[in-house]
């Protein structure tokens, strides 16, 4: 992403890894808002918890709120420059995994991920926690 005064340049060295799921590291320079996410649970707007025991439902209702403060915040999925995913230990990230795919479809330039498996998260109920860093261009 770059115009005049805004760019954000994804860093693949030579040296290191290229996988197609995430990039190694970014820059981002020039006049930009940035957006920091605070980890988001499987909560719906009632407070309810969505897809107890099951991963992927969990995830899906995270991918629906961070599309809500995105949104809220001038920004898209296009914007994210950097995911946090807390998996509590023994859970299989493979469903998660698959609706990471499907929502970020084919966009270019994936973000950086950093997955950190833990033993418990802030309720029992939790399966997966997803924080997230984006950058928006401002003119």
Not at 125 to 132: G, M, P, Q, R, S
């Amino acid at each position: 992403m770059k115009d005049d005064n805004f760019l954000i340049k994804h860093l693949n060295p030579e040296g290191l890894h290229k996988n197609p799921a995430y990039t190694q590291a970014i820059i981002v320079s020039g006049t930009a808002k940035t957006i920091y996410i605070g980890g988001q649970n499987a909560v719906d707007a009632s407070g309810n918890i969505i897809g107890k025991g099951n991963i992927k439902e969990q995830v899906e209702q995270i991918f629906k709120n961070l599309r809500i403060i995105l949104d809220a915040s001038g920004a898209g999925l296009e914007n994210i420059v950097k995911w946090n995913i807390y998996v509590v230990e023994n859970q299989p990230i493979e469903p998660g995994f698959e609706v990471f795919q499907k929502v970020w479809d084919k966009r270019h330039n994936p973000p950086i991920i950093t997955t950190v498996f833990v033993p418990k998260l802030g309720n029992p109920d939790f399966l997966v926690e997803i924080e997230a860093t984006a950058v928006v261009p401002q003119n």
